[in-house]
């Protein structure tokens, strides 16, 4: 059964930083991708980020030059580094395992419970 618990959530004003976390278990982490994906109400989920296994990363056009995915392999954690934030990055994050290099989230099968990120302007 894989395992992915996010944290770091929380509300913070446009401009500002904020970086979230995703702890897996063992069987989750040993996946080759590993990615980061939001959902705002009345959205469709959407592809935020994707790391593969060599540290390769693939970004969203929206975030692309703010956000930065990472993982540590130690600590079997994926993060997600945003920066310069917008009230339109406004939703609930998801980090997901076993899925593919394209930020397409039927991709994916493992999935956390969501971490909740607000930017209030």
């Known amino acids: 059964q894989a395992q992915l618990v996010e944290s770091g959530g929380g509300s913070v004003q446009a401009g500002g930083s904020l970086r979230i976390s995703c702890a897996a278990g063992?069987?989750?982490?040993?996946?080759?991708?590993m990615a980061w994906f939001r959902q705002a109400p009345g959205k469709e989920r959407e592809g935020v980020a994707v790391?593969?296994?060599?540290?390769?990363?693939t970004y969203a056009d929206s975030v692309k030059g703010r956000f930065t995915i990472s993982k540590e392999n130690a600590q079997r954690t994926l993060y997600l580094q945003m920066s310069s934030l917008k009230p339109e990055d406004t939703a609930m994050y998801y980090c997901a395992m076993r899925g593919s290099s394209r930020l397409v989230a039927s991709d994916f099968q493992y999935w956390g419970q969501g971490t909740q990120v607000t930017v209030s302007s």
């Open positions: 063992e069987y989750a982490y040993s996946f080759y991708y």
């Open positions: 790391i593969d296994g060599s540290g390769r990363t």
